[in-house]
């Protein structure tokens, strides 16, 4: 079985979805994204193509290798985040090819089904507590939130005092036993972040997610020390040599690779086995599309530190379109009503793309770009 070509589709509200080819007849999909990058990762997996048209593409390791160490030049969101969708394709195909799922051919699930937290709140977090019970009731045990929207490098208390607002209002409406999980979202500076993970306290997070930029994880030993709750981070890193020393550094207690942008299922797996020599969970990060999700949860399948998987029905950035629509059945990701999810056990990634609607949807395509947002004096804020 050979590769014969590789075709990507710009599909809404901001996702690339792949389809790798074979002379067999059988086809792979995969998600390399970007989120308001997506066409310079398609330009990316087009020039990555010159080393997988021919190729067998059951030898995904010796892919994976090639594609990263074959060009020089490495790592990084677009090369790793291409190389992600054409590893999860691969995997897809293989399965596909020997009839079993992807998490029978890493070693066999260790359990039965993933716990599922689903987003409320939006970008600038409001209406927080009927957004809570809404979730709750649909059989959600957790949720995460963003705790604010822009903070200066130092702001005012009365901000902080806002954010903490919101989360107790989030706890009042669901009582203490349903995990809440804040994502700071790198947008919380140091001398904030020190201020606001202290009066979270009380409020007893599942999680306080990427509480200062990437950039500066070297601070987290220094603004986390004495919390009494799990640190959470690393959807921005891309590599098990960028997260080595996040782990070293005894300030993370969860970390949160993305398997569209980490180099796929092949260096998440490698992620996890990393993680879990220094008894640190993985929750895979997901705002994704439906690949991403059938990949983390493959991931899930076969980690045994693996506790909670993102779930991005119905996120705020899903207008128009949303992860069961590219599905023939979607079952598969079909949330239950006690908040968990049956891993997958079809063939591959286990979900099949509907075609036809990925090909009219692309043809609509998508420009979709973060926003850019701007502190009371002008100056760009992290978003």
Not at 92 to 105: F, S
Not at 329 to 355: K, W, Y
Request: hydrophobic share 45%.
């Amino acid at each position: 079985m050979r590769i014969t070509a590789l075709k990507t589709y710009p599909v809404p509200p901001r996702w690339l979805f792949l389809k790798v080819e074979t002379d067999a007849g059988l086809v792979g999909w995969g998600e390399p994204v970007i989120e308001g990058r997506a066409a310079t990762v398609a330009a990316a997996v087009e020039e990555l193509s010159d080393y997988l048209i021919g190729r067998d593409p059951r030898r995904i390791e010796d892919i994976w290798q090639t594609l990263y160490r074959g060009g020089f030049y490495r790592g990084g969101p677009v090369l790793m985040s291409a190389m992600a969708g054409i590893d999860q394709a691969l995997w897809d195909i293989t399965g596909k090819a020997l009839g079993a799922p992807v998490h029978a051919l890493m070693g066999g699930r260790v359990r039965d089904r993933v716990r599922m937290y689903a987003w409320i709140g939006g970008d600038r977090p409001a209406d927080v507590g009927a957004q809570a019970r809404a979730v709750v009731a649909q059989g959600f045990t957790a949720f995460k939130m963003n705790g604010t929207a822009e903070l200066a490098i130092v702001d005012s208390h009365a901000r902080i005092d806002a954010a903490v607002a919101r989360v107790a209002e989030a706890r009042a409406a669901v009582g203490p036993d349903i995990g809440i999980a804040i994502d700071f979202h790198g947008r919380v500076h140091r001398p904030m972040a020190k201020v606001l993970l202290r009066e979270l306290a009380p409020f007893h997070p599942l999680f306080v997610e990427e509480p200062v930029l990437p950039d500066h994880l070297d601070q987290l030993p220094a603004i986390t020390q004495g919390l009494g709750y799990p640190i959470a981070t690393g959807e921005r890193l891309y590599h098990r040599t960028q997260v080595k020393p996040v782990l070293d550094s005894g300030a993370v207690d969860i970390i949160q690779p993305d398997l569209s942008h980490c180099g796929g299922l092949t260096e998440g797996r490698k992620i996890a086995a990393l993680a879990e020599t220094y008894d640190i969970a993985v929750a895979p990060h997901c705002p994704l599309g439906p690949l991403t999700l059938a990949a983390s949860l493959q991931l899930d399948a076969v980690a045994y530190n693996a506790f909670i998987q993102e779930f991005s029905l119905g996120i705020h950035y899903n207008v128009n379109s949303d992860i069961l629509d590219y599905l023939v059945d979607p079952a598969p990701l079909t949330v239950g009503a006690d908040g968990f999810l049956p891993v997958p056990e079809g063939p591959g990634l286990g979900v099949e793309i509907n075609e036809a609607v990925v090909i009219e949807r692309a043809a609509e395509g998508h420009r979709w770009r973060n926003p850019v947002w701007r502190h009371e004096d002008g100056s760009v804020s992290e978003w």
